[in-house]
């Protein structure tokens, strides 16, 4: 139950911080001392872009080998 709750906070938290970044701080000023506490605007688009790239990469390399286990087992089972 409390690694539940942490995981809930911290994807909350995460949640939050990305929509102030990606969405809030583009309409505020350059020289706000806010800016300090978010890395530049272009990383809101590469870091999931990234993540994405490498999740459907882990995705489809995993059906990949499925799909060929899969076939190499109907391989082996002759027909009656």
Known sequence: ?????????SSAS??????IWALIMPFVDDGHPLHEYFPDRKYAIIIPVVLL????????TFLALVMIKSSGTKKGV???
């Open 78 to 80: 002759k027909k009656a």
């Open 14 to 19: 995460l949640f939050a911080y990305y929509t």
């Open 53 to 60: 790239l490498f999740g459907l990469t882990v995705i489809f």
């Open 1 to 9: 139950r409390a690694i539940g709750a942490t995981l809930l906070l």
